[in-house]
Structures are given as C-alpha cells and as structure tokens.
DNA sequence: TTGCAAATTGGAATCATTCCAACTCATTCG
DNA sequence: CGAATGAGTTGGAATGATTCCAATTTGCAA
C-alpha cells in the first residue's frame, strides 16, 4: 500500500499540472506517489501493478495517460534502454542513468554540471540541443550500500 | 542500386564474421553495402528497401537477421532514440548521437577521448561500464556543409 | 552424389504502446 | 437544485516493431 504524498509533494503536483491547465486526480496523485515511494525506475507495468494495491479499479490506460501528463509538465523524466519497456524517474536533479545487466537495475549517476558543459561543448556549430541523455551499461556490485551492513 | 563492397570493406566483414565462426553470404554482403553506402542512420526498414533493389527476393527476416549479427561481431552499432525503430550505424570510432527533431535526421558527433574518461571517472566505485551511450536532441541547421556551397 | 548445418524465408505470434468510443465525475449555468 | 459541459478515466481494439517458427534453400564436406 502506498504512501499518501506529502502536503509538500502534493501541491508539487498541483502546481506542475497547472501550468499545463490540468488538474490533480485522485488516479494522478496516487500514480505520482508510487513514483517518489520507490525511485527504482519502474515501468508502465511496474507502476500499474504498485497503484492498483491502493486503488484497484484503476486502468493501465489510466496509467499511461498519467505517466504521459506528468512528462509533459516536467514532473517525471522517461528512461529508455536499448529496446526495453520505457521506464520512469522522478529524479529531477541532472543525472545519468547506469544499467546493470546483471540484473536490470537502473541507477541514477550524478552529472555535474562542468561534464554537462563539456558535452555541450563538442557540438559542431549549428547544433543546439535540448536534451542531453547518457546511459551507462555494464555490471555493478549490488552492495546495498547500508552504511553499517551485515 | 547498391555500390558493390570494396575489396577492403568485403574482407572485414569476411573476418568480422569469421571470428565468430560466420560466413560471407550473398545477403550480408548486400545489407552491409547498404549501410556503408549511406552513413544516415538508416532503420531496418529503410536498409531493407534499398537492398531489395539489388536483391528483390531479400526478406525482412533476413535484414533483421544480418543486422543481428553484424551487431554481434562489432561490424555495426544499434543507435535507439526514444522509442523509435532502432536504426544501424557503421561508424566505428566512438561517437554520440544528434538527433534533430525537425528533420528525423541522425548525425554523429565526435568524442574527443577526454570526455569519455571523464564520464568513466563519475560512475561510484563498483561500477563497471561496457558502454556508453550519449545522445543528443535538438535542433541543427541543416546545413548540407558542402565547402562551396550555392 | 549425398548429407549436414547454417542461413534464408514468409507468415504467425508477441508485446509495448496508442487509439477510440463509451462512461464517469466535477463544475458551471439556468 | 437538475442539466449541460468538458476533462479525465476505462476496457478493449488496433498498431507496429520485433521476434519466433517451421519449412525450404544453400554451400560445403564426406
Ligand atoms: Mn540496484
Ligand atoms: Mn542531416
Ligand atoms: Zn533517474
Ligand atoms: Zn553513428
């Protein structure tokens, strides 16, 4: 069961949405919750399958439609690999993303902001990106990472 | 109609495939000439088009099928943007990618070494990438760089 | 020749995503 | 209050790139 959001992470929502003229939903809220609860850069069918626990009634359909909306007003960022299932990352913060193929896990990398530039930086005249988008793949050794572990 | 592969170009993919245990068909040789001819990027369907003009049985099957392979012995990269159709590139030399959203148009970007370490350099220990992808969206003035142009 | 394994082929199957038409729901208007 | 309106939601059908598969074909080797 999902986490409601916080009075913070609501009106984040609210005011996202409404620069784009649309509003806060129960199917939205809770589609959104599920994102910040757990920042594994889950799939389409990952989220739907999360949000149906506290709200059964709702339909995958649904769950594009929000998932779509939320990219749309730069709530949410798509993550692609290769030619899998489009999966989604609340992360607003510059980031690339790691792949382990070992086993499919997506990591955030920080990107700081002079890597950016110089990337910016080999663009022959002419050329004005938008979006920048690095995916690393490779193997990581899944330390859960708890400072003190074990 | 196809340009028929230089003695060079017809020897790399002869060892290319050979290292893991392949051989030289009639249709390789075809969809690799496609590829080399025009360095735009082209997605399976489009390869599969122009090399029909030089072999009008070639099946999409088989496009695929070379394409695979090509991909398995490093003759060739897969450059995926979004959720487009996957499209095949034989630059070798490592590069990123622009894609301009005005046009469709796929360019490679050159990538100096330095910037390649230094995006080595921010992945946290434990991280071990194979690769690296990086692309670029945009807009570019399509240019067509001809030295003397008009 | 004959036999074999690899490669090719056409068509069916898959599967993520998109589309669509009907339905729901909140809000506005009389 | 009701009815009208419009955004949002829903289930199911359609799409489209890719994969799968079983039946040939091919190129060599015995
Ligand atoms: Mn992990
Ligand atoms: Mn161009
Ligand atoms: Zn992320
Ligand atoms: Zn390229």
Redesign the pocket.
Known sequence: MIQKLTEHDREKLQES?ATS???V????EIVFAVLLAKRDHP???DVFQRARES?P??????????L??FVGCGLVRQV?HE????RYCPNLAPHAHFRDEATGHVHDIELPPEIIQSLRSILPPGFNSETIEISFRGRSQETTARSTSN
């Open positions: 949405l003229g649309q509003k939903t129960a199917q939205r799939t389409v069918e709200m009634g709702l339909s995958l359909a649904t769950v594009y439609n929000c779509e909306t692609n030619r899998e299932s489009t």
